[in-house]
């Protein structure tokens, strides 16, 4: 069958809406829209045949690239079975063989129990409705506040947006939420009295680096100072590894890089490859414990809890990852990414090239001076993953933060190739500036 472009560009326009997108400028008439249409590996092809890098994962999800063999035959496997049944009272094999591995993901058995969700969102909504019940119905009522982090972004729900520290994404402000203390370093979490701590319930954070506010590196160490100072006050420490998570950072999770352990880790993006939206809570059996007895049930819970779907994709990447050595393989492009970061900080608009395991930023400045960005109403960053697009590259910036976050099956020669394109994207954008 032939697809036709033009009446589905028209239906587009007249239907959807997109998130995080001007829909004015989207709508008009001379604007046409990629429209994805095949993908196999780092690639993706369009309406017109043209294929591209895939430079952020497709949002930060997908792991092992478009259409692996194995987890395409999982989700097939399992549609000749079931593909969702309610996990409100009932259970099936693959979301029980789902939890014990990812449970044995942690060395020490500390995390053992895992509570199903759909999204990045609903996961983070997830461990800290847990935190705050358990310590409702567990003796200290007083803890009621939650320990945040400036220009953290944690997802869109009301509960999630109201823990983030960047106001674009809060939409209405902040007059939502959770009871929230925000600060920006450990110093200002050391010098919280003790009349504040004692009401801290939990303190969230995105380990190792923070993807909204620009892929901003924490300092090293940071994180485990983070977690010896919760342990000594007894407040949770709530781990929001959505983008982090499966390998992003070089180990499974980034949190294995400081060899700290959470009471609660919320995971989603690459839990099911990239495949479907799914996400999982995991914390210690201290917690579940607290929601034992009469009158202590955890009421929340989503219409896909647990989809079947959903947990044989998860299962068939994380066989991918043992059956392939995924880890083992990402040194040495980790090295390459290095390299090619390094090439893209020679550039004239470039400054301030970062890596933290499989992702690279670089900012776009005026001048070589920190000091002197482009305008925000200018788009530079935008401008400059459109115009990629002409030389094979899709990504997307964070404001004016260029970012190179691709599959974890993505080669060498891919990377250089990303690069490339981002580098003549760059000098076509911002020549003579």
Request: glycine share 10%; proline share 4%; charged share 20%.
């Amino acid at each position: 069958m032939v697809m036709q472009i033009e009446p589905l560009i028209e239906l587009e326009k007249r239907h959807l809406w997109h998130p995080f997108t001007a829909m004015q400028a989207w709508c008009d008439e001379a604007h046409e829209p990629l429209l994805m249409v095949e993908g196999r590996g780092c690639k993706l092809r369009d309406q017109h045949g043209r294929e591209y890098l895939d430079g952020n994962s497709s949002i930060w999800t997908n792991v092992h690239g478009h259409r692996h063999p194995v987890i395409d035959a999982a989700i097939a496997a399992q549609l000749q079975k079931v593909a969702h049944t309610s996990f409100l009272g009932l259970t099936h094999e693959p979301a029980i063989r789902l939890a014990e591995q990812l449970c044995a993901l942690f060395e020490g058995g500390e995390l053992s129990r895992v509570f199903y969700s759909d999204n990045g969102s609903t996961a983070i909504e997830s461990a800290v409705r847990m935190a705050l019940q358990y310590w409702q119905q567990n003796g200290h009522p007083e803890k009621q506040v939650l320990l945040a982090f400036d220009q953290a972004y944690h997802g869109d729900t009301l509960g999630a947006a109201s823990l983030g520290g960047i106001p674009l994404f809060k939409g209405s402000g902040n007059d939502f939420g959770y009871e929230v203390i925000t600060v920006r370093e450990m110093a200002e979490i050391a010098a919280l009295g003790d009349d504040v701590t004692r009401r801290i319930a939990g303190a969230i954070i995105e380990p190792l680096i923070q993807g909204a506010a620009g892929m901003r590196i924490w300092p090293k160490g940071m994180l485990k100072e983070l977690r010896a100072w919760c342990t000594e006050r007894d407040v949770f420490l709530i781990l929001d590894e959505v983008m982090t998570g499966f390998g992003r950072t070089g180990k499974m999770f980034a949190c294995q890089n400081e060899d700290v352990v959470p009471d609660f880790i919320a995971l989603a993006k690459g839990l099911t490859g990239g495949y479907l939206p799914m996400a999982a809570t995991l914390t210690t059996e201290r917690v579940f414990e607290g929601f034992l007895g009469a009158g202590k049930t955890f009421f929340y819970g989503h219409s896909y809890t647990g989809s079947q779907l959903g947990c044989a994709a998860a299962l068939a990447s994380l066989q991918v990852f043992r059956d392939e050595a995924v880890l083992e393989s990402l040194p040495n492009k980790m090295e390459v990414l290095s390299d090619v970061l390094g090439q893209l900080s020679a550039l004239p608009n470039v400054i301030h090239a970062r890596q933290c395991g499989m992702i690279g930023a670089v900012d776009l400045v005026a001048q070589k001076d920190p000091a002197i960005g482009f305008p925000p109403e200018a788009l530079t960053g935008a401008k400059v993953c459109q115009a990629a697009r002409k030389f094979g590259l899709l990504t997307r910036p964070v404001r004016d933060t260029l970012v190179l976050m691709p599959p974890l099956c993505v080669t060498e020669a891919e990377l250089r190739q990303m690069a490339e394109a981002l580098a003549q994207a760059i000098t076509e954008v911002c020549r003579g500036s």
